[in-house]
């Protein structure tokens, strides 16, 4: 039997990379994936997002396989599988969807409904969402692949560029969506909270947008020189004074037009202390009336790692009644990332936008994925890409 290995989180603060099973054209449950694919992964990145479980603050049980930011190498296509042929080279949404149920059908692929009897919505290799394993993995079963897959048009001309096509299964279309959400056009004023690979990711697509001046906040002020380098404006929240105050030290008014949250739900105020919703009652405050704010960074249900009852269950402190006053517009959820994948592959194929840069792309091998996990951890500022295979080495 062919051999697979992966990255599998044991506890709290603790990956490895083990022995797993190789994978068969079946479903969580067990049912036959006719239309399926099996894939050799080429390149599979750390996401913020598993970070969340590795730390312990979701309910995700020891012996999970970690990865829903899959690129590869069609090895094995079920015979209900018409569009998609063994040998081609794939870019995998991070949603699971079947193509087929109401939601999909209005391009809300991120709430399938047939993909997980739990809830609305599957994704690979994470807590809550249908069982699927994850691709932080040698090799890696997908469903509904003529549906699900995005088939590069030139293999050759993609393995060149795949430091940036790596970033479509996720980071690039969520970043790309809390700035579509948020109203960010040409000539908008954006402010992005977090410099993490998200926020670094919607910076770079607000320019692609056309907006005027992108600002990005954060405490680490090396990911602030991260985003510094491909042109953005940087507020270092290690400072004194008020976000509105920063706000109009760059832009000369005191609101922007439009803001996006990509922090999520451990947000931190001065001094490390963690504020759930303190991002959100930020932007409320500093995003002008009637403007809109994105939310692609992660909120959870359950959080059993937070210090406050309330959070525990998922209960926030929102200064709702500013949003209310201010009509406000909020976008929440999951990203549908093939609302967008296809036209972010065209902008990377003819170098409108240069996502690896902007992210620090680095690359590293299966076995120092632990390594990396805890790298990202210390909040150093590079996107980890793992290459299972050493492809992406051996191409340069």
Not at 81 to 107: E, H, M, W, Y
Not at 186 to 205: E, N
Not at 321 to 339: D, I, R
Request: aromatic letters at 6%.
């Amino acid at each position: 039997m062919a051999s697979n290995r992966g990255v599998v989180y044991v506890g709290p603060g603790k990956v490895e990379v083990q022995s797993i099973e190789f994978p068969k054209l079946v479903d969580p449950r067990g049912k036959k994936c006719d239309h399926g694919v099996i894939l050799k992964v080429v390149s599979t990145n750390i996401c913020g997002s598993d970070q969340h479980m590795v730390r312990g603050r979701t309910t995700a049980p020891a012996g999970l396989v970690l990865g829903h930011e899959i690129t590869g190498e069609v090895i094995e296509a079920g015979p209900d599988v018409q569009f998609i042929g063994v040998g081609d080279l794939v870019s995998v949404p991070f949603n699971v969807a079947c193509g087929r149920c109401r939601t999909c059908k209005d391009g809300d692929t991120s709430v399938c409904l047939n993909v997980n009897p739990a809830r609305a919505g599957g994704a690979y290799g994470y807590v809550d969402m249908g069982g699927w394993v994850g691709g932080q993995a040698e090799y890696v079963m997908v469903p509904y692949a003529d549906f699900n897959l995005l088939r590069f048009p030139d293999k050759q001309q993609a393995m060149e560029k795949i430091r940036d096509l790596t970033c479509l299964t996720d980071i690039l279309p969520t970043g790309y969506h809390g700035c579509v959400s948020a109203g960010v056009t040409t000539g908008s004023t954006v402010l992005i909270a977090g410099a993490g690979p998200v926020g670094l990711a919607a910076a770079a697509s607000a320019l692609l947008l056309g907006a005027a001046v992108v600002m990005v906040m954060d405490f680490s002020r090396d990911r602030l020189a991260q985003a510094r380098s491909f042109g953005c404006e940087t507020i270092d929240l290690n400072q004194g004074g008020t976000l509105a105050d920063q706000v109009e030290q760059i832009l000369g008014v005191r609101e922007v037009d439009c803001a996006v949250d990509c922090v999520g739900f451990e947000a931190k105020g001065q001094g490390g202390v963690e504020q759930p919703a303190i991002v959100l009652n930020q932007l409320m405050d500093v995003t002008r009336a009637a403007g809109a704010i994105g939310i692609p960074g992660l909120y959870v249900t359950d959080d059993p790692g937070s210090k406050d009852a309330a959070a525990r269950r998922g209960s926030l402190s929102l200064r709702f009644g500013l949003g209310w006053a201010k009509s406000h517009s909020f976008f929440t959820g999951q990203t549908p990332v093939m609302k967008y994948n296809r036209a972010l592959m065209m902008a990377v194929l003819h170098d409108r936008i240069h996502i690896a840069q902007a992210v620090n792309a680095t690359v590293i091998s299966l076995d120092e994925a632990p390594r990396g996990y805890a790298d990202f951890d210390r909040g150093v500022a590079r996107k980890f890409v793992i290459d299972p295979h050493g492809l992406l080495r051996a191409n340069g």
